[in-house]
């Protein structure tokens, strides 16, 4: 018998011991993939039904199938799990001696067996995944939705499936090899893939809790893109490689750069960890499943792989649960140490007994441990105190927490936070507001105490979040919580750059003026006063978009840096552009922009648009008036306060008039650095409406405290 | 041909087989003996290239066998604990092996199965412990291998179904070249099927020994002396191993060819003398004594 047709030969009789898998994998492949795609074609086409003939073309039919879930990020974690369970049930054999005495006494060399048994794991997982992908395009065509570019997503998507199956399947392989029992080669292979992700989450989670100064958008960014990043496991080279964002939860094979880098990245690691898996196959004892882990020489390094971020974890926990109190964070750290050095002794050796043992890998742990919680809580590198030279930086952005709570469109058809867009697309280089801007923070860094609030005694602060593109190549990211006052003086500085200004424009966005100018999109607007209940009440006639965004450009270009931070927002301009042919997205999901632009109560031209309307937006309607719901939160104390002021109480009027005075409207959109701790919440209550107004310590008509009565709580809300 | 040069086999540390060397000739029956933790798994594992030896070389026909397919078809290991694929029958594992051991004769292994009464088209879950032995050496018979090794596969078997298996291997060899190499903790279980016994202990061969050459070198006679003057010229005469005495009846095992002693024991007087069968168990007692080892605590004591 020739090696090759033993070869062959050995193959057809594993792939017959492997037929119950192989159906297994095909009924989940079947449920997964045609299955819920004739369910969503059904549903796709009752949706057409529903809003009757439309002008379909290639793009609409494309979007469509990129949607449907043949192509659904899920393929992924369909991948991942028939790699373990064809890994696994491939290898476990390893696990029980007289299986092991089996196979290698029988005339096979053990280069062959390892190639038989991982080709028909790998036939198993490409002819279940293959002929249900076939399956799904047929149930697609026959419902009346594929194209040309059906063909490519789904050859594309088999190539990079594969790949991750391959890679993960070798990744099993190795824990499968590396452990003495399935348990234990489940659980390590899994943790093995998300090892590389979990370090980075541990990373940024202790960065977030530890570093007064780590970016609210840097979090964000990392949060989103946490799984994207990185090279030693499968999860960020097939993100990058399908295109999926965790916002759409689609793949749609896009991004070509990412596709090929991705494929490159994942054939790598399926070399290297392929290797290794062989490597630890030969060398694997014929009695390792006697033991839980089947080399001595792992044990140590198993361990310390998995009891550093335990204890890590614990006390980052512990630090969080008690309100970020030091003694709870040792707690939590000594915890970790002693229930992962019996948890993992146990799952290592298999006996209670030796739960004691293994203390010099244990030691090395938690000294490891130590001392990266005593880099992140001593800040060792200096991390919260970086202040740039100014020749070091290229360019920075800097973007207020007020600008983080919209979603934007991005150049890419992507919605992303706004501050998001704005930290992508802000390249500030003058090097004199740089220089304002480090003085700020040094000041912010020396005097400015976070979360609390003795800048003046008793203001707020406002979130600043600054990221510096360096002439080395680098982009550092810094979050800072200015005092009011100081917050206020570099929003001055930052308004009057004109390139600050201009990228808050949208209508400076080229993607947005597109499809502003674009003749099929569906465009509205509406004007929603701050400062009135009457709010949605002027819908913008369609002759007057145009002259809109004229008015808008014009009251932009002439405002200045006072008029925003010493002037009021007094509403908002809302835009809606929908594309036609996108409004029948069954999804729920919009392909449509919503855009918002500020309105203040100096732009004389917008003032002189609403004319038309009618409408006068510097003052609520105060007929309407019910009543004044007021709160005041002692800040000393921690008593909140509150009271009812109805329109026959003489108070009412006094109230009144102070609040048209002020002038403080309570809006969110904008950064706001008039707000400190001990105003006076007022609220204009008319027919269960609102119209939320504060008055400054100080302020207060007097007479007011007596007609508040401390709320039973105690909380201020 | 078999042979095991210089052999040593760690686990963790602990010297499983130490500078082992043995040869294991064709045509014979082989007994490896030894307690537990003697050493003759690891070896029958190592001779089939199961496991690797750390140091030293088996050669199976000069050849080395482990990672060795060509050297493998001439072996066929039936393990302590036999493995048969979950819910298979004796029909499906022989199909299995009839495409991977080129010369498996499945006429023969339906001869086999019936004449032992195995359904071979019953699942093998559902067989006793015994049958599942019964059916593993059937496969390892049928695969045609130039070496069978068993590893206490024997133990427990009846001794009918021990003497049908007797016959089996002595119809094989005498067809063709087969050599059955049976590990066993038990001499009891070897003595009736084996030509030539190795004695394994701590790792090492405390002996090796031809069953007939060991039996011819030894004789057990029973003798009844007619004076205490002949009982010491007879045992002054020969080389006495072990000795026994009921009243004036004398049971000796002596060293020596059965014509020696008997000529010895013509030159006494005695009232009655009779030659004895000489069982392996004292051949070994014999044996091992000169090498200071209490074989009884060896090999005996189940």
């Known amino acids: 018998m020739t090696s090759k047709s033993s070869f062959w030969k050995i193959s057809r009789l594993n792939s017959k011991k492997r037929f119950p898998f192989f159906i297994i994998c095909f009924l989940v492949c079947f449920f997964i993939m045609p299955v819920i795609t004739y369910v969503d074609v059904m549903n796709a086409k009752a949706i057409l039904e529903r809003y009757g003939p439309i002008a379909l073309n290639e793009t609409f039919y494309n979007m469509r199938l990129i949607s449907l879930p043949p192509f659904s990020g899920f393929h992924g974690i369909l991948t991942a799990a028939l790699a373990l369970l064809l890994a696994i049930t491939g290898w476990s054999w390893n696990n029980q001696i007289k299986k092991v005495d089996f196979y290698k006494a029988l005339p096979v060399k053990e280069s062959v067996r390892w190639w038989y048994i991982n080709l028909n794991n790998l036939f198993i997982f490409m002819i279940c995944y293959g002929i249900n992908l076939i399956l799904s395009n047929i149930v697609l065509a026959c419902g009346g939705f594929y194209s040309p570019t059906a063909l490519k997503v789904s050859l594309v998507g088999f190539l990079v499936h594969t790949l991750l199956f391959i890679a993960v399947y070798m990744i099993i392989c190795i824990a499968q090899l590396l452990t003495g029992n399935f348990i234990l080669a489940a659980l390590g292979g899994c943790y093995l893939v998300v090892l590389e992700p979990l370090i980075r989450f541990m990373i940024y989670a202790l960065s977030d809790s530890f570093f007064k100064t780590y970016s609210h958008l840097a979090y964000l960014h990392d949060g989103i893109y946490i799984l994207e990043k990185g090279i030693l496991t499968p999860i960020a080279p097939y993100i990058n490689a399908v295109g999926y964002r965790f916002n759409t939860n689609k793949v749609y094979f896009a991004d070509n750069a990412g596709l090929v880098k991705g494929i490159v990245i994942l054939c790598i690691q399926i070399a290297v960890y392929g290797f290794i898996a062989y490597k630890l196959y030969r060398a694997r004892a014929s009695y390792a499943g006697n033991n839980n882990i089947a080399f001595g020489f792992a044990k140590p390094i198993i361990k310390c792989i998995i009891m550093i971020p335990a204890i890590v974890f614990a006390a980052l926990g512990f630090h969080t649960i008690n309100g970020d109190g030091d003694g709870f964070m040792i707690f939590g750290f000594i ?63 800097v973007i207020y927490d007020s600008d983080i709570y919209s979603d934007y469109l991005e150049d890419d058809g992507e919605y ?176 449509s922009t919503n855009l918002s632009f500020a309105v203040y109560d100096c732009d004389a031209y917008m003032l002189k648009l609403l004319e038309k309307y009618e409408y006068d937006i510097t003052e609520p309607n105060w007929d309407e008036v019910e009543r004044f719901e007021v709160t005041r939160y002692d800040y000393d104390s921690g008593q909140s306060y509150s009271g009812n002021i109805e329109k026959d109480d003489p108070m009412f009027e006094t109230l009144k008039g102070m609040v048209i005075i002020s002038g403080n409207y309570g809006t969110s959109s904008v950064p706001n650095f008039d707000v400190y701790n001990n105003d006076l919440n007022v609220s204009a209550v008319s027919n269960n409406r609102y119209l939320h107004f504060y008055l400054r310590e100080g302020e207060y008509p007097e007479g007011l405290d007596d007609k508040l009565k401390p709320d039973q709580n105690g909380l201020y809300y | 041909m078999i042979d095991i040069k210089n052999v040593t086999k760690r686990f963790n540390g602990y010297e499983a087989i130490s500078s082992m060397d043995l040869t294991i000739n064709n045509g014979i029956v082989y007994g490896l003996l030894g307690t537990n933790g003697a050493g003759k798994s690891t070896l029958l594992r190592m001779i089939s290239g199961v496991i690797k030896p750390d140091e030293g070389v088996i050669l199976v026909d000069n050849e080395n066998s482990y990672d060795n397919p060509n050297v493998k078809k001439k072996l066929f290991f039936v393990s302590d604990d036999q493995y048969f694929f979950a819910h298979s029958t004796g029909a499906d594992m022989a199909a299995y092996l009839q495409s991977i051991y080129e010369n498996f004769d499945m006429e023969q292994f339906n001869k086999i199965t019936e004449q032992l009464a195995l359904d071979k088209d019953r699942k093998v879950d559902t067989f006793s412990k015994g049958m599942k ?126 014509d020696e002693i008997i000529t010895v024991l013509g030159s006494v007087n005695t009232v009655f003398t009779e030659m004895l069968p000489l069982s392996l168990e004292e051949i070994f007692i014999s044996e091992t004594e000169v090498v200071g080892y209490d074989v009884k605590k060896l090999i005996l004591e189940d």
């Open chain 1, 416 to 591: 992303v936070p706004y501050g998001q867009y704005l930290m992508n697309h802000m390249k500030l280089t003058d090097k004199q507001l740089l220089s304002k801007l480090t003085g700020y923070i040094s000041e912010s860094l020396s005097e400015d105490k976070y979360n609390e609030n003795n800048y003046d005694g008793r203001s707020y602060g406002v979130g600043v979040t600054v990221k510096y593109e360096t002439t080395s190549g680098k982009t550092i990211t810094r979050s800072y919580v200015m005092a009011n006052g100081r917050g206020k003086e570099l929003y001055r500085d930052l308004y009057n750059n004109r390139e600050y200004v201009d990228v808050h424009n949208p209508l400076k966005n080229e993607s947005i003026a597109e499809k502003l100018s674009d003749k099929n999109a569906y465009i509205s607007a509406f004007y929603d006063s701050f400062v009135d209940f009457d709010y949605n009440s002027v819908h913008f006639e369609e002759g007057d978009i145009l002259p809109l965004f004229d008015a808008i450009q014009k009251d932009m270009d002439a405002r200045k840096a006072d008029d925003v931070t010493d002037g009021n927002m007094i509403g908002e301009v809302c835009v809606y552009i929908e594309p036609r042919v996108e409004r029948y997205d069954y999804y729920g999901g919009s392909y």
């Open chain 1, 335 to 397: 915890s970790g140490v002693i229930i992962s050095q019996i948890l993992l002794q146990y799952l290592i050796e298999g006996d209670f007994k030796c739960v004691v043992k293994g203390i010099r890998s244990a030691v090395v742990s938690t000294v490891i441990a130590a001392v990266i919680v005593i880099i992140f809580t001593a800040d060792v590198f200096g991390y919260d105190r970086y202040i740039p030279e100014a020749d070091e930086v290229e360019s920075f952005a």
């Open chain 2, 133 to 258: 032995k019964q059916m593993a050496i059937v496969l390892g018979l049928c695969a045609k291998t130039d070496y069978l090794l068993c590893d206490e596969t024997f133990d427990g078997l009846d001794p009918v179904m021990r003497q049908a298996i007797k016959s089996l291997f002595a119809k094989e060899m005498s067809e063709r070249s087969f050599a059955p190499v049976l590990a066993s903790h038990n001499l009891r279980e070897l003595e009736d099927i084996c030509d030539t016994i190795g004695l394994l202990h701590k790792g090492g061969v405390l002996l090796a020994k031809d069953l007939d050459e060991a039996k011819c070198g030894l004789q057990k006679v029973q003798v009844v002396f007619e004076s205490d003057a002949d009982r010491e010229r007879f045992t002054d005469a020969v080389k006495i191993v072990t000795s026994n005495n009921s009243g004036s009846m004398y049971i000796y095992t002596v060293s020596g060819t059965r």
